[in-house]
């Protein structure tokens, strides 16, 4: 059983940056994929990037080349830096690990889930 706790959010303006953490207790990291979500109101669950056990790295379209996904397996933490935030990246944001060692793009995949942590984005 793996707990994460998500961390980093708030509120900012258009342009500005974030970074939150999703900090793993009970296992070791290491051979997890870890994702990121996120839930706008009344919208789906979506992807927004994903760290292979092996430190490959995926992203949604809508946030390639300004979101960097890493991971620190030493503190048993994945980060996402989020730069060149929109009003559209508002939304809860959540963290889950696979125990499978590769990530995806759908939520099913993913065995373990945070609670989430509240981006805001404001014009």
């Known amino acids: 059983q793996v707990q994460l706790v998500e961390s980093g959010g708030g509120s900012v303006q258009a342009g500005g940056s974030l970074r939150l953490s999703c900090a793993a207790s009970?296992?070791?990291?290491?051979?997890?994929?870890v994702g990121w979500f996120r839930q706008a109101p009344g919208k789906e669950r979506e992807f927004v990037a994903t760290?292979?056990?092996?430190?490959?790295?995926n992203y949604a379209d809508a946030v390639k080349g300004r979101f960097t996904i890493s991971r620190d397996n030493a503190k048993n933490t994945v980060y996402l830096q989020m730069n060149i935030l929109k009003p559209e990246d508002t939304a809860v944001y959540y963290c889950?690990?696979?125990?499978?060692?590769?990530?995806?793009?759908?939520?099913?995949?993913?065995?373990?889930w945070g609670q989430g942590t509240q981006v805001t984005v404001s014009s």
């Open positions: 760290i292979w056990s092996s430190a490959i790295t």
């Open positions: 009970g296992r070791t990291f290491n051979p997890y994929a």
């Open positions: 889950a690990a696979a125990n499978a060692g590769y990530g995806s793009s759908r939520p099913t995949h993913y065995d373990f």
